[in-house]
Each structure stands twice: as C-alpha cells, then as structure tokens.
Nanobody, 121 residues
Framework: QVQLEESGGGLVQTGGSLTLSCAASGRTIKNSAMAWFRQTPGKGREFVAAINWVSLRAHYSDDVRGRFSISRDNAKNTVYLQMSSLKPEDTGVYLC??????????????WGQGTQVTVSS
C-alpha cells in the first residue's frame, strides 16, 4: 500500500499563500487520481481538489475554485496544492488521498496523516 506524507502547512495571514506537498512512497501513484481534502471541527472532512492521472483534469470545490491549484509530478511521485488568497475559513487539517482509478470518482484507496493550515484574520 502506498504511504502518503503531506508537508508545507503552517500559519499564514488572510490573503497569503501556501503550497502543500504530498509525497508518496511504498508504491507509485501512477494510474491513480489524487486528491486533497480538509478536515475542520465544524464541517468534518470535505473535498478540496483532485487531479486525474492521464488527462491531468483538475476538479475543485466551489469554495476554492479560482484560488487553489492542484498539480502533480509523477516522476517525483508528488502532488501539490497551491493555495492563494487564503481566508480564515480555509483553516483545517489538509489530507492527501489516493483515488481508486485514474479518473477522479470520489473513491479513496489511501489517506495521508494531514498537515495543519491556519489562516489568521
């Protein structure tokens, strides 16, 4: 099974930017869609963004579309989430997920442990 390790979280002011990374080890993430979720006490775990394996088509939640950008480097077995124009409501633990299949369909094969993002007002 693949192991996913997130990094890049931290404390940022409203309007700032952060880039998260998700490094996979153990098994390749080739042939898998990859996604980011975030978990907050109030909303639970919610979808943020996903990217397909072959087409690199990206999917975004309405909350982050236009502000966040997901990308992947298959040679490095790594997925990224560039976040800009951050808002306090973006605060949460961001988790990386490996999807089942090459096209994103909402099904998860593996989860990372998460990285904390805190946006101060």
């Amino acid at each position: 099974q693949v192991q996913l390790e997130e990094s890049g979280g931290g404390l940022v002011q409203t309007g700032g930017s952060l880039t998260l990374s998700c490094a996979a080890s153990g098994r390749t993430i080739k042939n898998s869609a990859m996604a980011w979720f975030r978990q907050t006490p109030g909303k639970g775990r919610e979808f943020v963004a996903a990217i397909n394996w072959v087409s690199l088509r990206a999917h975004y939640s309405d909350d982050v579309r236009g502000r966040f950008s997901i990308s992947r480097d298959n040679a490095k077995n790594t997925v990224y989430l560039q976040m800009s124009s951050l808002k306090p409501e973006d605060t949460g633990v961001y988790l990386c997920a490996q999807g089942l299949g090459g096209d994103w369909a909402g099904r998860i094969a593996a989860w990372g442990q998460g990285t904390q993002v805190t946006v101060s007002s």
